[in-house]
């Protein structure tokens, strides 16, 4: 019998209709993202026939089906504030280790915990002290070799990893074997059945060895399926179920009868994240894995970002030395809540992490710092600081010249973009054409199964930015950008000038202008033509990254409306923040709390401060 969710903090069943929607389709577009990921995106060269096309993408559906529902502890890989961070103490390579007198588990969690920190020499020389001790357990081959994935995917381009995980892998299987045949029907010899089985089929996938693959996915899950009808109360073996429930119930609808077709399980996703909770609350060395698993499925599927943010705190308070969760923490930021100023935060401190890493450790934490630098300069751009991050960009790319291509490209993009916004057209598209000339990859998007990268992305942003290059009004954009630095000292009236001047230089259309006025005029008291220049920003030219002034326009509007008691005029303002795709979390919020209860003007309480 299940223990009711309850126990368990964080899980709550359920949510609206919207959110379930959007977790379903984010969850499609995922797995195409793996897809991706692993370089075989429903991609054949000329020479195949269509026949054997489509035998190529049912047998990457299915993978993409059971792929990463067969986990083992130390296998899963996803990607503010503090609050609630405090119930999991920090594990460090100071963590007294476990005499080899322990409990086995104990002795396989200080390995698991040394895999999750990024600490993966130390890691695989302490599963190393566990085979020496036991070498005929599965379990020090096991976790070995999740390790060597792990490391694997942080550094795909390694084939000795991969040749190591896989000869691991054989390893644990001829010993779980063993075991079952000795002990009969053991549910521990299943588990690292299941688990090796389930690992295994991921890097047959890369190798694109697709029935071996699905064989191997199915008789994983299989094994486990066993291994819990055998004994209910071994709760690790729920973080594969509990993953498998999710994820199979959380496929669009239309691909139900090809999942009876392929004989694949249904699943149920509540029970999945019960499951899932279970094993992180009881499990012996599912735990930590089971929460990274459940971050990735609250924040990426289900968009519940409370719950996002308190597991992803509760992982970096767990793993401080790991810069991959604080990377990963920035990009939720920047990307689900749109707070560039505490994305940029993090960004900077998964960089310091990276930095302090011992000299032998630092080669996959410098590709997360190498990943933190662009998405440093890309939130400062949004905040229109361009110099600084202009001159962080250009120092990183200077000083690390052996960076992954994929970093380089980014880099290079992001280079391109910001000399472009200060009016250096032509070297910015010159960047800009070398990186469309450079390999196409997805930089700094992480699938569910925890690989960065994939085809098909820089190029389309690259394009965008020489089109908007093209057709930006350099000297406009130049003074909007001075007077935004005026704001942000509260130099209103320096800053309406400026405003002004960009506006007589053409920037009539442009939002950062037209904002720019709104929050001018209106912090020196002129309503009238406030509200005249918020009107006109949120209907204004906006580059793809201030988007977001549009909202917060509408937003400054409808206070300045309720200001005046024109209710009915600053309800459908709050209402076009909500219906804004564009618009910050925290704007968004903001625009709910006043629907409910008018904007009453104190001081610190209005959005016209010119929060950037």
């Known amino acids: 019998m299940l223990i009711s969710s309850p126990q368990w903090p964080g899980y709550r069943p359920g949510g609206d ?36 096309l489509w035998l190529n993408r049912i047998c990457l559906l299915t993978l993409v089906l059971l792929l990463g529902t067969i986990s083992v502890p130390g296998l899963a890989v996803a990607g503010p504030s503090t609050e609630n961070a405090g119930d999991i103490a920090p594990f460090t390579l100071a963590t007294n280790p476990p005499p080899s007198t322990a409990p086995r588990p104990e002795r396989v969690r200080y390995g698991v915990e040394l895999t999750l920190s990024g600490d993966y020499p130390q890691a695989i020389e302490w599963f190393d002290s566990l085979i020496a ?11 070995k070799s999740a390790a060597y994935l792990h490391w694997l995917q942080r550094d795909p381009e390694n084939e000795d990893l991969a040749d190591k995980f896989l000869a691991l892998l054989d390893e644990s299987v001829t010993r779980a074997e063993a075991m079952q045949r000795q002990q009969q029907r053991s549910a521990e010899a299943l588990f690292y059945i299941g688990g090796a089985r389930g ?32 004994d209910p109360n071994f709760n690790d073996v729920y973080c594969g179920l509990g993953t498998y429930n999710f994820y199979i119930d959380a496929l669009p609808k239309v691909i139900g009868l090809l999942k009876h077709i392929l004989r694949v399980q249904d699943g149920d996703r509540e029970k999945g994240i019960e499951q899932l909770w279970r094993a992180v609350e009881l499990g012996e060395v599912a735990g930590p894995p089971s929460l990274y698993l459940l971050w990735d499925i609250y924040w ?26 604080a990377y ?63 001159s962080g960009i250009e120092t990183f790319m200077a000083t690390n010249p052996t960076e992954p291509p994929g970093i380089r490209s980014a880099g290079q993009l992001e280079i391109a973009r910001i000399r472009g916004l200060l009016g250096q057209r032509e070297a910015a598209v010159a960047l800009l054409r070398d990186v469309l000339r450079a390999p196409d990859v997805n930089f700094g998007r992480t699938s569910s199964l925890g690989l960065d990268g994939q085809d098909g992305e820089l190029h389309k942003q690259a394009k965008l930015a020489i089109k908007e290059i093209e057709n930006l009004n350099a000297g406009a954009f130049e003074l909007a950008v001075r007077g935004w630095g005026l704001i942000r000292r509260e130099g209103f009236s320096e800053a309406l000038d400026t405003f002004e001047r960009a506006l007589k230089s053409g920037g009539a259309k ?31 030219d906006a580059l793809a990254d201030h988007e977001w002034m549009r909202a917060e326009a509408l937003l400054l509007a409808g206070q300045i409306y309720d200001a005046r008691r024109d209710r009915t005029a600053a309800l459908a303002a709050y209402g076009a923040v909500g219906a804004s795709r564009a618009a910050r979390e925290s704007t968004r919020q903001s625009a709910e709390r006043f629907m409910q209860e ?6 610190g309480d209005s959005a016209s401060s010119g929060r950037q």
């Not at 001790?133 to 976790?143: K, T, V």
């Not at 008018?598 to 001081?603: D, G, I, S, Y």
């Open 598 to 603: 008018p904007f009453a003007p104190r001081t």
């Open 510 to 540: 442009s939002v950062i202008v037209q904002y720019g006025l709104g929050v001018c005029r209106h912090r020196l008291g002129q309503a009238e033509p406030a509200l005249a220049a918020l009107r006109t920003a949120a209907k204004a």
């Open 328 to 390: 990963w923490l920035g990009q939720m930021t920047e990307e689900s809540v749109r707070d560039c100023a505490a994305a940029a935060d993090r960004y900077r401190e998964a960089i310091a992490i990276a930095k302090g890493r011992a000299p032998d450790r630092t080669s996959i934490a410098a590709r997360a710092a190498g990943h933190a630098e662009v998405r440093l300069a890309r939130v400062l751009t949004a905040e229109l600081q361009l110099t600084e991050a202009l």
């Open 300 to 325: 990426r599927h289900e968009k519940r970002l409370d719950e996002a943010f308190a597991v992803g705190n509760r992982l970096h308070a767990r793993y401080p030395r790991n810069a991959w969760i």
């Open 199 to 230: 690992l295994r089929a991921q890097l047959m996938l890369v190798k694109r060895r697709y029935f071996k693959a699905v064989g191997d996915a199915k008789a994983g899950k299989k094994a486990l399926d066993m291994a819990q009808e055998i």
């Open 17 to 52: 209709e919207q959110a379930v929607d959007s977790g379903i389709v984010h969850t499609w577009r995922s797995f195409l993202v793996t897809c991706y990921n692993l370089r075989i995106a429903f991609s054949v060269s000329p020479e195949e026939t269509l026949v054997k």
């Open 133 to 143: 001790a036991e070498p005929e357990h599965p379990s020090g081959y096991l976790f």
